[in-house]
């Protein structure tokens, strides 16, 4: 393979000096006087054609396409300016027009290939993952001061690419993109109707959105009110904006930007709250009643039933256990059992009490009560 392109080379370059030849042998003939010396001869004119022909795909056109391949297209127009006395009228029309081709199908695949990395990205922390060096190579975009001319699209790309990497280092939530979404929404659709940079910006952020309101959520389970209500604030933060931007946007967009809002907050619904029924279980009235251990047994069923409720806050939960233990305890003492018995019946309660922060009010009813609390949480 490597002699056959030697061998190939030195055809060219053979053939090349042929015609610099012919060439010179030309400019020698025109100076002996003959007959007919100043009508134009085809064959000669034929033959300085191609030699400025192969002077050129020789020479320059390697060097105009290397410049066109790195992107470099006023460079390349430069190239040919310097170079147009050897390359010709004909071929300097030809190769700039070829160039603002080059150019316009360099800066399509260009985006083409962002949008198509864009929308590969399956989450923020995928994003995240990546190294600097590698996101800047995955999205690179060709620099703007050797395009011959931009698209709205690369407009849109390079003034929100900031965002993105911001997006990616700093704010995951994908609020700082909402803009780029908002701006997207005015872009023109593809050839065949479709606003695939709408679709693939507006999908990232939703998923963005979406992952960062399903931690909260979750986190908010187990945490203390305080923690839980700055949680609720931030997610009540992040559905405002999404909101100015579904506003924003374009008719056309809204309704798929509303399904997504809708999807995206639906965790909201999910974030813990209080127990009200248990402010009417007074365990003091039960030990008053005539049927004590009749109204603790009714109170303990109120209270397990309590237990399947999904989404209670952390100090409902705490306060339903200790109540529930308390319950049972005292059931079972005025059925003269022991505290060990209590504490064998209960010893599911005592990892659900650490769960929660521990008891509270494990003293109101008496030191029996308190041991039973002790034996569980050991």
């Given amino acids: 393979m490597e002699a056959r392109g030697i061998a190939s080379i030195l055809v060219m370059r053979a053939l090349l000096a042929g015609f610099l030849l012919l060439g010179a042998g030309c400019g020698i003939a025109r100076g002996i006087p003959i007959v007919g010396e100043f009508v134009p001869d085809p064959a000669m004119e034929n033959a300085r054609n191609q030699q400025q022909s192969l002077l050129v795909n020789m020479t320059h056109k390697p060097e105009w396409k290397s410049l066109c391949e790195a992107g470099k297209f006023k460079s390349a127009l430069a190239y040919i300016d310097a170079h147009k006395d050897e390359i010709g009228d004909a071929g300097v029309k030809q190769m700039t027009d070829d160039t603002h081709k080059e150019c316009k199908s360099y800066l399509h695949e260009r985006l083409l290939r962002f949008r198509r990395y864009l929308g590969d990205i399956k989450s923020q922390s995928e994003l995240a993952a990546m190294k600097t060096d590698?996101?800047?190579?995955?999205?690179?975009?060709?620099?703007?001061?050797?395009l011959l001319f931009t698209s709205p699209a690369y407009d849109w790309a390079k003034a929100h690419y900031a965002n993105l990497e911001d997006f990616r280092a700093r704010k995951p939530t994908g609020e700082g993109l909402l803009k780029s979404v908002a701006d997207a929404a005015s872009l023109p659709p593809d050839d065949d109707g479709e606003y695939r940079w709408f679709d693939v910006i507006e999908n990232l952020v939703f998923r963005a959105m979406s992952d960062a309101v399903v931690a909260e959520a979750n986190a908010a389970q187990d945490a203390p009110r305080a923690q839980r209500l700055a949680a609720h604030v931030r997610v009540e933060s992040l559905q405002s904006k999404w909101r100015s931007m579904r506003t924003s946007v374009d008719e056309k967009h809204r309704p798929r930007v509303a399904e997504h809002e809708a999807q995206i907050f639906k965790p909201l619904q999910d974030f813990p709250k209080d127990l009200p029924e248990l402010d009417a279980v007074d365990i003091s009235a039960c030990l008053a009643a005539p049927q004590p251990e009749v109204e603790l047994r009714k109170a303990e069923k109120s209270l397990r039933a309590l237990e399947n409720r999904p989404s209670v806050t952390r100090e409902s939960r705490q306060r339903l256990y200790t109540l529930l233990v308390t319950a049972v305890s005292l059931r079972l003492f005025l059925a003269e059992k022991?505290?060990?018995?209590?504490?064998?019946?209960?010893?599911?309660?005592?990892?659900?009490l650490k769960k929660v922060g521990g008891p509270v009010e494990t003293r109101a009813y008496g030191a029996r009560v308190q041991k039973v609390f002790d034996a569980l949480l050991r």
């Fill in 134 to 146: 590698d996101f800047t190579v995955v999205f690179n975009l060709p620099k703007s001061e050797e």
């Fill in 338 to 352: 022991e505290e060990a018995d209590a504490a064998e019946e209960l010893r599911g309660y005592g990892e659900k």
